[in-house]
DNA sequence: CATTTCGTGAGAACCGATTATCACTCGTGG
DNA sequence: CCACGAGTGATAATCGGTTCTCACGAAATG
């Protein structure tokens, strides 16, 4: 049976409080304010049981590594500031959701979709280049 | 000043003829066809070179290795079959355009956005899971 | 035709992300 | 409180994708 550790808490507070899902290594980055001594292979490992677990699900973003987000927020998407690669959570509704389950011309059946915006974010947007 | 080579028009007609934008490796399988001798390096020169002079651009899709498809194609999304994982470009209008250029809530200024499809393709809809 | 230089092809090298290894530590059942 | 096995942390190994290296072949120039 797996045992409750700090680790695991602190990997779950961290991705609970994130603006956005995390990679591994920001991920890894955030849990050492925490707990300094966290190791990098520790929140791999812990990332795919609490994905195991059902209580973190991967989000796979162009040209990015996995990152990781909780579960149970329902259908969302995200936007990645193109300059300091923040990736935040969106709340508004799904412009595409009326699509789930569509055959689109040429036997194309939809089963799902992946929306991502890109931009600047209110903290580049001020900013210098 | 480069030149023109064979294998730089085999690259280009292969992507012309793709029912989507193809990666390296797919460019290199197809245009051993027409030109059996092709080294995967090259593929890989060239479809930089093309991309540096605006023939060919870079699609980047979400798990997936950059692919390339002719420049010149408009707007358009994407759709990858989750079984044999072909890409495919869908001519269909965009239900996300109006959203380009807008700031959405939190400051967050949308300057583009990929949307990506996945399903079953024509091929695999019917066969066997 | 000779030259010069760029492009090619094969394989090695590299890269960032992720996983495996292994000795050590700590949480938990008894 | 103790023993033991799961979890940890540091590092090496691995992986797919991509780039580099280098000797050879082929296109433009005189």
Known sequence: MSRRTVQQAAILDVLESAE???????????????????????????????????????????????????????????????????????DAGCPVAMLEGATLPGGLTVMGHELVFFGHCAGCNGAAA
Not at 54 to 74: I, K, M, N, S, W
């Open 20 to 90: 956005g899902p995390l990679s591994a290594q920001e991920v890894h980055d955030r849990a050492r304010e925490l707990h300094p001594t966290i190791g990098l292979a520790t929140v791999y490992r812990n990332l795919a049981r609490l994905e195991g677990d059902g209580a973190v699900v991967a989000v796979h973003l162009p040209q990015d590594a996995t990152r990781y987000e909780p579960a149970g927020r329902g259908h969302h998407h995200h936007f990645r500031c193109v300059k300091c690669d923040t990736v935040y959570e969106l």
